[in-house]
């Protein structure tokens, strides 16, 4: 049974690739929700929300049990960090595991995935200035895909290779 799943996932999988190159993603609607921003003493406490980020061709490749990772990129000041959220289903358990950092869940639908991967929260940066200039940026890690004998494959292109950006300025 294991096989024949694997299978099946591959064969979905070469489909996709097919239609990602031709076509690519959906264009320009994956954006970031307004930021939460708290200021408190020298930390600035950001919680944003990537939309639309998951198509219908990224979401078939995420149910074949490639994992996908999204990974968020900030600069502030002169500060560089990543935050990567990770997403992949078993095939077997019918469950999604999701990570974020150290933390996993495991959840059974993809809605609840979904939300869960494209909320990026608590995310702390220090700030002794007076003001913060923070540029966030998320894209999508390249994966290994079977169907094309395990080489790396570009995710941007479900997202026609344009990384949603939020630019934002906390004054103290």
């Known amino acids: 049974m294991d096989i024949l799943v694997k299978l099946l996932a591959t064969k979905v999988i070469a489909v996709l690739i097919g239609v990602a190159v031709l076509f690519g993603g959906k264009k320009g609607d994956i954006v970031f929700t307004t930021p939460n921003i708290k200021v408190i003493s020298d930390t600035v406490v950001i919680n944003t929300t990537l939309k ?3 198509n219908k061709e990224l979401k078939e490749i995420i149910l074949s049990g490639t994992p996908v990772t999204i990974r968020l990129l900030i600069s502030a000041n002169n ?81 026609n290779y344009q990384a949603p950006v939020l630019k934002f300025v906390v004054k103290k």
């Not at 200039?133 to 890690?141: H, L, N, R, S, W």
């Open 52 to 54: 639309n980020s998951f």
């Open 79 to 159: 500060l560089i960090m990543e935050v990567p959220h990770s997403i992949r289903y078993d095939l077997i358990a019918k469950t999604f595991t999701v990570t974020k950092l150290q933390d996993s869940l495991i959840v059974k639908d993809f809605n609840s995935a979904s939300r869960s991967i494209n909320g990026f929260n608590n995310i702390k940066l220090f700030c002794p200035a007076k003001e913060l200039t923070v540029i966030m940026k998320a894209v999508i890690d390249p994966t290994k895909i079977a169907a094309i004998g395990n080489k790396n494959f570009e995710l941007m292109c479900f997202w």
